[in-house]
């Protein structure tokens, strides 16, 4: 490829090197130069430009970034490929898994020479659908067609594949927990919802539950019942810590005829983590951290079994490095690689599908200043700059939108299970959303005292290459409403269930959370009883 600043004449039909303006038009770089962009230059003024042509045995960067991820991603059903763009292409998780890398074939690939990169994902990453796991790039305008056959060599005749993706397999999943007077049960309760959670995660259905003194005859057997119930993995979480191999939990196992492959991890949270197995059933004796739904040992030893991936004691020694987790939030997805505009494409998810179950009637529906509430609420976004603007309905879905009628450019979407929880508005709003929208802001639509300044503020605040991938507003020292999230969350955002919203995802990713000051009245009051509607229409001017 030659690669220099040529007198005009010689430009046509080669690539751009450098934005240029010509006239009232942005010529980008990457631009194949035509007959008619050499006139238009030559009319702006131009004699000269850098560029890239191509010579006679040169593959392309789009050519050669497609060439090589369909090679890495060959033979794979669960890895799935974005569209070329500028040199590269992003490869994709189709399901929920664990990545398995092959880490030295990988450095030889990176190896080969400066023009061909891959990036990955760590090594047994966990990952939900949707989730990009690697992204191949072509750093130069193109590359010489025998370095691509090198690097397609390679990535063919390795023993194991550069990128393996492996869905989690169903399992039958028992839980145990040993019980002491002075353990709550309303621990051992919530426990078994985040064990469920933490499953769910990993493609599971809810554990068998069981409970048992905490003494070795007792989770004997337990353990011997759930063996028997035909158990593919034991869970064992115990009242009191697992301290020494000669403890409650270990000895149970090696009673039962189990062997303890190893206890302990260097990983934290999640030192006492204990591995273990009866035949061929593996057996986890659990660190007191597992009560907690946020991330530990537990999830990255779990996620390999479940996925069908084996994994020893020195699997589990070799964790230590990176295994420091707790002062740092869960790692957010990376950001997908898309043409870039002039300005993020953000839309906006209004959510107007409650039951309105503390108000008595469709708080949404009701009178202000002569017109319903969420007519407010959208009206008021409309005025801000979103690429777009979507409503989910529900409850009276015909009703709520009725009231919009007059309001046109909307995208208008029903939830029809909105009765399990804001969790399924939510869902059905992020699935509305353009393919190519870079961020999400989600409104709820009985706010309506929400300003069309605050939305624009929310927006301009809005950087994620500079760190600020999440704004929300903020009064008083308290977060509220509307929540600003980076395309990176989506995939997060579809797995919550409930009314609990995304705040679990606001939470892990603290470092990543812009927070804008705004009016207290804007984000905190909502209608949602029948006082506050009264509250709203005596402080409001009629």
């Known amino acids: 490829m030659i690669f220099a600043d040529l007198p ?25 130069l035509s007959t008619v962009d050499i006139a238009a230059l030559r009319a702006a003024g131009h004699d000269r430009l850098t560029v890239a042509k191509l010579e006679a045995d040169d593959v392309t960067e789009n050519d050669a970034a497609q060439q090589l991820a369909e090679a890495i991603a060959a033979g794979d059903p669960h890895l799935a490929l974005d569209p070329v763009f500028a040199g590269r292409v992003n490869i994709h998780a189709a399901t929920a898994g664990v990545l398995a890398l092959d880490s030295a074939a990988i450095d030889a690939l990176n190896g080969l020479d400066e023009a061909i990169t891959l990036a990955t994902l760590p090594p047994y990453a966990a990952l939900v659908p949707g989730q990009m796991v690697a992204t191949i790039k072509i750093i130069p305008y193109a590359i010489p067609r025998t370095l691509l056959d090198q690097a397609l060599t390679r990535i063919r005749n390795t023993a194991q594949p550069l990128l393996r993706l492996h869905p989690y397999q169903p399992h039958r999943v028992a839980l145990i927990q040993t019980e002491l007077s002075s353990l709550k049960s309303s621990v051992l309760d919530k426990t078994e919802r985040v064990t469920a959670e933490r499953l769910a995660a990993m493609g599971q259905v809810a554990p068998s539950a069981s409970r048992c003194a905490h003494t070795i005859p007792a989770l004997s057997a337990a353990i011997t019942e759930a063996l028997k119930a035909k158990a593919e993995m034991i869970l064992v979480i115990g009242a009191s810590a697992i301290s020494d191999r000669r403890d409650v939990i270990p000895a149970a196992i090696t009673q039962e005829g189990g062997t303890v492959d190893h206890f302990g991890m260097p990983v934290d949270p999640g030192n006492l983590l204990l591995l273990a197995h009866i035949g061929a059933v593996p057996i986890l004796g659990l660190p007191g951290c597992a009560r907690s739904i946020k991330l530990n040992g537990c999830d990255w030893v779990m996620q390999r079994l479940l996925a069908g991936l084996t994994i020893g004691a020195s699997d589990i020694r070799a964790l230590g490095v990176g295994g420091l987790l707790a002062e740092i939030p869960s790692r957010p997805q990376p950001r997908e690689a898309r043409p870039q505009s002039t300005a993020p494409k953000i839309a906006a998810i209004v959510l107007a599908a409650g039951r309105s179950s503390r108000m008595g009637r469709n708080k949404l529906l009701l009178d202000l200043r002569g017109k319903p509430i969420v007519a407010h609420v959208v009206e008021t976004v409309a005025k801000a700059d979103f690429a777009e603007i979507i409503v989910v309905t529900g409850h009276q879905a015909g009703k709520v939108k009725a009231a919009l009628d007059s309001q046109a450019g909307l995208k208008i979407v029903e939830a029809r299970d909105y009765a399990a929880g804001m969790a399924a508005s939510l869902k059905t709003g992020l699935k509305a959303l353009s393919p ?65 919203g995304a705040r679990h995802i606001i939470g892990g990713n603290s470092e990543l959370v812009m927070e804008v000051p705004a009016n207290a009245a804007e984000i905190f009051v909502d209608v949602d009883t029948p006082e506050a509607y009264r509250q709203l229409l005596a402080g409001t001017p009629s």
């Open 8 to 32: 005009l004449a010689d430009c046509e039909g080669a690539i751009l090197a450098h934005s240029q303006r010509v006239g009232a038009d942005m010529f980008r770089k990457g631009r194949v």
């Open 436 to 500: 190519d929208i870079d961020a999400a802001m989600v409104i709820l639509g009985d706010m309506p005292q929400i300003s069309h300044g605050l939305l624009a503020r929310l927006v301009a605040a809005y950087q994620p290459l500079d760190g600020r991938a999440i704004v929300l507003p903020v009064a008083d020292g308290k977060r509220g409403n509307p929540v600003l999230f980076d395309r990176r969350f989506f995939a997060d955002m579809a797995l919550v269930d409930g009314d609990v």
